[in-house]
């Protein structure tokens, strides 16, 4: 009995301290997979949520990759979530934990379509840091880097397609035209890239895996490059394969931000919304650009565009 009440009060009192034990967790991230980008962002998340004097059970971090991670104790107790990649939000979501969520890393259109489909669930306050970059911040940079394009192209998705009108206000707004291609149902991907190829100066990529993933984003490239089309893309990797540049966030900035959003929360200083990225990168082939005929500088480029959101 003595052994039984002394393992009692130790527990509480580790509970009380918030050490190593599943009811200290503050702030638990479930990420996708351990993929170096999620994996970059994760840790910053966790380093970042972590101040000097703070024990470390405060911030955890859970991979869908393992087995046990949807049904760690940690997740349960926590009382900030911040989900990376749309499986990891997904799943979080069907556990019904009613704690708030932060989803990273996800297209505003992908976002959108797991709350449309859990909205027959009890609600969970969940808000989205979005993968992709504002429109009026893609244009201005089409307009910095490309100022004689007039007519830019998009391959839509069945998700990315429904933000077509916003962007097409946005380029109209600077003088610039939106040709359209779509993919799915009876379009597949090379009938909507030809559309696009035939009547367009740039083409800018749009976060949709219907669109681009691992086995078509070589053949899209290789396309434009024949076509002497550059490529605005959203991801440094697809600079690497062949895209003219990438405006994108990087893992760190994204965990930076995603610990902020959740300091709000925390505080309970105002409503939390859904968000884009705040901080971004410029990433140029300069081997594209050359082909091109083009002479840019992604420093140039970077504070340009900086200049122009500091505008009052």
Known sequence: MRRILLQIMYTLLACCMGVGFAGATELVVVSGDRSPGYSEAAQTIAADWLR??????????????????????????????????????????AKDLRVPVIAALIPKAGFERIVREQAKRPSTP?????????????????????????????????????????????????????????????????????????????????PDPQVYNGSSISNVLLATYRARVPVVAFSPAYVRAGALLSLHSTPKQIGQQAVQMARALQLGSGAVSSQYPSDYTIVLNDHVARSLGLNLDEQSLTERLRRWEKRP
């Open 126 to 206: 969940v808000v989205a840091l979005y993968l992709e970059q504002p429109f009026p911040r893609q244009v201005e940079l089409l307009k910095l880097a490309l100022p004689d394009a007039k007519k830019v192209g998009v391959l839509w998705g069945a998700e990315s397609g429904m933000q077509a009108g916003s962007l097409l206000a946005g380029l109209q707004a600077r003088g610039m035209e939106l040709v359209s291609g779509y993919v799915g149902g009876t379009n597949n991907l090379f009938s909507g890239l030809k559309a696009v190829l035939d009547d367009t100066d740039v083409l800018l990529a749009v």
């Open 52 to 93: 000097p004097g703070v024990d470390k059970s405060e911030a955890q971090i859970l991979f869908l990759t393992d087995a046990s991670a949807l049904d760690a104790p940690s997740l349960s107790a926590a009382k900030i979530i911040v989900t990376l990649g749309s499986e990891a939000l997904q799943k979080v979501l």
